[in-house]
């Protein structure tokens, strides 16, 4: 049994200092895992409004055939930062700050593991975020090779100059990666070592399952990444030739640094994204979680087959035949644990007595767009497919039914439903629900016409056209236009509801979890009493309590 | 289970078949021609999937559907559902069939991919015999012995060039005899290209520095679009080509016809696009790489 130190933890108050200003507290270097996670999530929120306007100058330029928006090195670089920056300044940030707002607490302990450490994490994401928007400001303007950043396009340096885009492009995500392992390091460590008594491993929460598996993603997939990054910043400013083929370096290998690690990267996204499902479906359904052990189990079979798959994104980088095979056939075999998933969380809402909020309309809608990505993934995975769809608009499409369609569903989902836990504020249903229909009026505009222009040969990365493309486009611009518009209600509610909405009660939707035997919003230590856990964790339609001293 | 339920299962499951055919018959249409041998393999495979993700979404989202009109809690409903927490036999059953499904879709696409045979300079480099024991391709047998259409490829920011080493011609539009194989050699000056054909549905990145091997079989005559598929810089979405596909005896014509004229500049979209922003010195525009001057070739467009 794990067993916890909250002594040390409590031990730590008397010599930290004064607690600031309330709304102070969030402009600090707070070391309390709540601030920091409303931090990041906030912090995150700002990153995706301005990736959020670089995607909607891409599809109006987008919405006609020619390039006539803006110039094509401008695009390129809109291309660029909306990729990088939606990942490293957005989605990564958001999950790590749900991760620290949530796991204390589900897990019964005060803080993290190491609540500095945490801080620092969070300090250099502000840091590394304002290296890419002011990349812009560099004679040469900011990387225009991709998020991908394949050399040799992405160490051509036309400008010549020492200090360019792609060299603030480069250490900003060397960086982001370093703040990555500091979280996950304390993430890893905290879920393993600072369970509440009663808390074995088949106790806890789904959501702590998830974030557990995808932060040890982290640990083993981002230092080659990292070290990719480096090496291609060194052939970038220091004449090394590592990837360079005129001189000998191999740029195929940089492929395989890169995906190396951003292949898993989709799993630690959307891991914690069905942690999120898991935790949302019983609560609004009101069934316990359809095969709790298997469910958490599948986790970390998906890690462990993260780690074997990422040549499939270079089927047609000039990889053997081998590789084509043993790459597509690992693939595949992903679909197994998720498909486990889909059909347990189907199984959970089989029955149940539906209550459609808006975290159980996010998490429904996220539901269904995951099982459309993943059918278009399979397809993906099959290499003879693939060969015609790779780098096509295809591919676009998936991987957005998966980042927006799924990830951001489901992170809207989580907004919502911890939201009340967050604030102490009940948010506005009806905003709510015009929030979801927009957004996934928006996103089937959007990312439903890709797949027909990948099939019809429609490269990505591209700012002009052949008008045989042009009526997809048009109707994907307008989708996105209705995106763009979506996240108003959202802010409107979030800003309105937090300033003035009616106080949450604790437990507002008589969901069973520790984070909802505590007060709305929980005080600082969390707990005054450490709870111990006497039940598994979701107990729908019984009368088990889930601790034995604060009841629930 | 009932003998009305099992009924009723056995019903919705052959109506979905029945929607999923459809929609794997229809899924023909959203692909470009089929102009190569390559083309019908593939959307074979494709369809197939098309057919199976049709039956998987529909029965899963169909469910959920029926879940959320069904299953509702009424608005002073506070009781719960039923607490099952689970079914070992149902876990067992979803987990097995996923696997056979990914068996099987694992090796169709094998199967469809030895027929295609699609080659790449590792397997050139490692197995200098692969003539030899070649697998069997989809065409006629009599196919393997006849010569195959030799072109040369030459990528570079932001052009292709194309050269015939049978009659030494160079030409901007690729032009390939109907119903033979074509061999190609791509070679990159600069960065990573990618050929692509979207009609004929292959596609080969283009490493610097390296002869890749590439060949393909065209089956219908007819003018496509040949694409640059891996982003290779400023001008990328403009580096594109015509490729006409003819019968053999036109392409010989067009051959001899070529090697008559004496080379020319041929247009390229990315020169002229930048020569114009140069005039313009637009202010609103990052320094690029510049393209590489107009190819002199034999035969343009």
Redesign the interface.
Known sequence: MTQITPEILTNKTPESPPNPPNWLRYFSFSTDHKVIGIQYTVTAFFFFLVAGIFAMIIRGELITPE?DL?????Y??LFTMHGTIMLFGWMFPVLAGLANYLVPLMIGARDMAFPRLNAAAFWMVPFFGMMFILSFLV???PA???W?S?P??SI?N??GQWLNGEFLWLLAVALSGVSSIMGAVNIVTTIVRMRCPGMGWFKMPIFVWTVLAAQIIQLFGLPALTAGAIMLLCDLSFGTTFFD??QGGD??LFQHFFWFYSHPAVYVMILPVFGIFSEIFPVY??????????VAVSSLIIVALSAVVWVHHMF??????WM??LF??ST??I??PT??K??AW??T????????DSAMLFA?GG??NF??SG??G??LS????D??V???YFVVGHFHYVIYGAIVFGLYAAIYHWFPKMTGKMYYEGLGKLHFWLTFIGTSLNFIPMH?LG???M????????PEFAFWNFIASIGAFILGMSIIPFLVNMVASWLSGPSAPDNPW?AIGLEWLVSSPPDVENFEEIPIVISEP?????SEPLTENMGG | MKFKTILNLVAIAITLGAISIGIGQLSYSWLPPQASVESQLIDNLFSFLVTLGTFIFLGVTGTVMYSILFHRAGRYDLSDGPPIEGNVTLEIVWTAIPFLLVLWIAVYSYQTYMEMSIRHPMEMAHMPMAKAIAPAYAEPMDEAVEPMTNIEVEAKQWAWVFHYPEKNITSTELHLPVDRRAHLILRSLDVIHGFYIPAFRVKQDIIPQKNMDFEFTPIRTGKYRLRDSQYSGTYFAAMQADVVVESKEDYQQWLEEAAKRTPSAAPNEAASEYALREEKSAESAWVTVVPASEPIVNYHP
């Not at chain 1, 809402?349 to 459609?356: A, C, E, F, M, Q």
């Open positions: 390039a803006v110039d094509r090195t401008v390129n670089a004679p040469g303007g225009q090779a991709g991908w394949y040799p396009v051509q036309p400008s083929p005129a740029p195929v359904a009101r069934k316990p979680l359809f095969g709790y052990k298997v047609a980088s000039g990889t053997p035949d084509r095979m597509m056939i595949m075999l679909s197994v498909g486990i889909v059909f189907v199984a809402i089989w029955g149940g007595k539906l209550r459609l429904l539901l269904i099982v459309f059918i278009t399979i397809m099959s290499t003879p497919v060969i015609h790779n780098n096509t027909p099939l019809m040969g490269p990505r990365r591209v700012a002009s056209y052949d008589r979701y107990t729908y339609g019984t």
